[in-house]
């Protein structure tokens, strides 16, 4: 985290666009929208990009523009297209850049970022080999149910790949590119009749021979709860996703989760074999529920490590230990659940929408319906 955050607050200052897909009113969009607008940078705007321009979230947002005047807002429909949808708002927008956009940003209506996300966001793509600047997420659940806490904090073991350039991946809720690596990158192209943004980006990027950098410094909140269907429906879409379209992240959780849960089924047989064999079983006992404990300090101390860089997080961060502690045990058993049931997608469910991910580079709309009220943002692409 200290090596990532060197980066901070340079002197690349860019004008810039942000896109923002938006579909419906998000749980606390008014407050997300003007953070968004209230940003300490020289000199941006704002792209809003909805499928209908008569959608809530559209003239919500022409209503909070003004009380920004000196940000630009523009509103533009996407394409029409069979796959409408975040993926589809992203490429239409492509086409209505300006020539000052020398950055391209991309957004989630679920962000609230602090007033130096931008100038943090950008900072990496002032050296040329960087393909993509990624922030990422922490959930801020308005109330800590047990379900809200668990998204959480499965949520947030996936920021330990972002760390390893092998493993990492953009994250579209949260990313930057410079606007003359578009054509190298083919987005128009490669993110038509796909489900997954940041995914496609993320193959794009490495493809090209560029990296991937991470900015610890542009983490955002999201404050959003989840029920129960919420968060099991959230991270079965998660691991759909990396199925589809970035197996190697797929890969080492299947390998990381097998070890833990396999290490806490021995501890559990040889404690049960204490009782009519002897003590002598209670040391094999101890040292394979040992992941236990140790899981606990780990999500502890990823949750410090990135709160130490987003203080405005850590202060709306008011859960007490033991609960965390309990929703971190939850999360290898959510996603060893996850992975199994996603071994071989076929649909998935994304605001109110089936799509047959069969053919990942030829998803088909299979199913439309409204949009619930309650229901979580765009996928992180983990």
């Known amino acids: 985290m200290r090596r990532a955050s060197r980066t901070a607050l340079g002197a690349f200052l860019p004008a810039s666009v942000v896109i923002l897909p938006v579909r419906g009113l998000d749980e606390g969009f008014d407050e997300n929208v003007r953070a968004i607008l209230a940003q300490a940078y020289p000199s941006y705007r704002l792209l ?39 993926v589809n708002a992203l490429r239409s927008a492509l086409a209505h850049l300006s020539a000052d956009d020398a950055v391209v940003v991309f ?21 040329s080999s ?23 904090e499965w949520n947030g073991v996936s920021a330990n790949v972002l760390f390893d350039p092998r493993r990492s ?23 038509r009749g796909v489900l997954s943004d940041d995914l496609v980006l993320t193959q794009s990027v490495r493809e090209a021979g560029l990296q991937i950098a991470y900015v610890p410094t542009a983490l955002v ?33 299947v390998a990381a989760f097998a070890v833990f849960i396999g290490s806490i089924v021995f501890g559990a047989l040889s404690l049960a074999l204490a009782v009519p064999w002897g003590p002598l079983y209670l040391v094999p006992a101890i040292l394979f529920l040992a992941p236990l404990p140790s899981a606990i300090v780990k999500a502890s101390l990823r949750r410090r490590a990135l709160f130490s860089a987003a203080p405005e997080i850590a202060a709306a961060w008011s859960v007490p230990g033991w609960r965390s502690a309990v929703a971190a045990l939850a999360v290898p058993w959510v996603m060893a659940w996850g992975l199994v ?27 439309s319906g409204e949009r619930r009220a309650n229901e979580g943002g765009p996928p992180s692409g983990r």
């Not at 920004?68 to 409408?84: G, K, N, Q, T, W």
């Not at 957004?107 to 990496?124: G, Y």
């Open 130 to 152: 960087v393909g993509v600047a990624t922030g990422f997420r922490w959930y801020v659940p308005p109330r800590p149910t047990f379900w809200s806490l668990v998204r959480a």
């Open 341 to 367: 049931r996603t071994r071989h997608p076929e649909t998935v469910r994304w605001r109110g929408r089936v799509y047959d991910v069969r053919d990942a580079h030829r998803v088909r709309l299979v199913a």
């Open 107 to 127: 957004a989630d209506s679920d962000i609230r970022p602090a007033r130096d996300w931008l100038r943090q966001l950008v900072q990496p793509l002032a050296d």
């Open 221 to 253: 909140a999201t404050f959003e709860g989840a029920t129960r269907l919420m968060c099991l429906e959230w991270c079965e879409r998660q691991i759909t996703m990396a199925t589809l379209y970035l197996p190697v992240v797929r890969r080492y959780a």
């Open 48 to 86: 809003v990009v909805p499928d209908d321009l008569e959608d809530p979230a559209a003239i919500r947002i022409r209503e909070i523009a003004a009380e920004f005047p000196r940000i630009r807002v523009d509103l533009v429909a996407s394409e029409p297209d069979a796959l409408r949808g975040k």
């Open 169 to 191: 991946f953009a994250w579209g809720g949260s990313c930057a590119v410079r606007r003359d690596r578009l054509p190298t990158l083919r987005l128009g192209e490669r993110w």
